[in-house]
């Protein structure tokens, strides 16, 4: 896996990989040898595994999503619709937080700053995904440059157009945090984003940042960009290309109709499980310990979002036709044929192994398996991934590399049961 080490409890999203041979749906996971396709074609004795205690079969069908688990997936569905910053400039690789799903308006404090969570429930927000990211290594060549995206639904365009406007009021005349009050400005390119600066000394020297709001239908997208004083057309250049791309994207996306907007029509809730793939990835064992963030299906844009090197997770699982992958204790990418599995292994842990990542021990009796592992300030770092089809599986843990072994094992049959031609 390829998250930042805040979110290694959610999940894999985009991460290690190899060559790893696949598995044809013949032969039996119930103790018969299981013939891979590609490789060698090494068999697989699924009675020799050692899978702990974890599941080896798919779990059932989640079903529609219901009152208690709707925001979780109407956030997780977002993701899909909300701008990556390297799509804004591919300089901006390094993740950060917060990158996550925003439930309700207290999230919102932990963005911006001020009265911005009170005005945000005030005008009926619903929810909202933010998106963070940096450039990797400030040089003085190259100094730091950093992006804070948001895309916030309410409930009326009404709403969105007065939070708009009230939160950025609310910047310009309350200093909340004793840093001195924003600065209104204009970017003569967006008459109607709301604009805000604030110019600060940090060690690296004085740096400027910006506070952009537009009011878009329903959504209000807000932009943080951040940048040394003298790159502040830099900051202006920025928001402008989020809002050239967070407009129609966001436009695209098939959000679930509100009471209001429904009127008599019965709720059209979407699916938990898109397109039923986290039937095939192993569950947390502790559900109270979910983040909101896992238990999910992200596409490559979502994926992406909290990846460690999210330009190359978003073009390899384009690429790979990877549509949706399920993110739960462990991660579960689905392309859209053998190949794609393959690429997704080798892309992925080309670029792990340039990261320092080295190769580690197979588990018992799943010697296609790929692993790798690092010392990091935590522990050590283990991953590993198997392919079966066009379908590939990946675990991860800190210090506990039975555990990691275990996971793999288990994934390993339970992808041997997955249905190969699922859309």
């Known amino acids: 896996m390829r998250t930042k080490t805040w979110m290694v409890r959610a999940g894999a999203l985009a991460c290690a ?167 209104p400005e204009t970017i003569a390119i967006l008459p109607n984003t709301l604009v805000s600066t604030s110019e600060h000394n940090f060690n690296a020297g004085p740096e400027v940042s910006v506070n952009a709001f537009t009011a878009h239908g329903t959504y209000v997208l807000y932009t943080y960009a951040s940048a040394p004083a003298d790159q502040k057309d830099w900051t202006a250049t920025a928001v402008a290309k989020a809002l050239d791309l967070q407009g ?66 978003y073009r390899v699982l384009t690429e790979a036709g990877s549509k949706n992958n399920a993110v739960y204790k462990t991660t579960v990418y689905r392309a859209s044929d053998d190949e794609g599995a393959q690429k997704i292994m080798n892309e992925f842990h080309n670029d792990l192994t340039s990261q320092g990542y080295t190769e580690a021990p197979s588990p018992q009796g799943l010697p296609d398996a790929r692993c790798v592992t690092k010392e990091t300030v935590q522990g050590a770092q283990d991953y590993c991934m198997i392919a079966n089809g066009r379908y590939v599986g990946e675990a991860s843990g800190l210090d506990n590399k039975k555990d990691v072994d275990q996971q793999i094992s288990a994934q390993y049959l339970i992808l041997a049961k997955a249905d190969q031609n699922a859309k």
């Open 17 to 183: 990989g190899a060559l790893l041979t696949g598995c044809s749906t013949d032969g039996s996971a119930d103790g018969e040898p299981v013939a891979k396709s590609g490789g060698d074609n090494a068999a697989v004795d699924p009675a020799g595994l050692d899978t702990g205690s974890y599941p080896t079969d798919p779990a059932p069908e989640y079903g529609r999503a219901a009152d208690d688990t709707i925001l979780d997936v109407e956030t997780q569905r977002l993701a899909e619709f909300t701008l990556a910053p390297f799509e804004v400039d591919p300089g901006l690789s390094k993740v950060g937080m917060p990158t996550m799903g925003l439930r309700s308006s207290a999230n919102i404090g932990v963005i911006i700053n001020g009265g911005a969570p009170d005005i945000a429930k005030k005008h009926d927000f619903l929810y909202g995904y933010s998106t963070t990211a940096s450039t990797p290594v400030p040089t003085v060549t190259d100094p730091s440059r950093s992006i804070v995206h948001v895309v916030m639904r309410f409930a009326t365009a009404e709403g969105a157009t007065a939070a708009a406007r009230e939160i950025h009021n609310d910047l310009i005349t309350v200093d909340s945090d004793d840093t001195g009050l924003d600065k």
């Open 248 to 313: 129609p994207l966001i436009d695209q996306f098939p959000a679930t109709p509100t009471k209001e907007q429904r009127g008599d029509k019965p709720a059209e809730l979407p699916m938990t499980d898109q397109d039923k793939i986290l039937i095939y990835a192993i569950p947390e064992e502790d559900d109270e310990s979910q983040l909101g963030n896992d238990m999910a299906a992200y596409g490559p844009r979502g994926m992406a979002h909290r990846s460690t090197n999210p330009p190359l997770t």
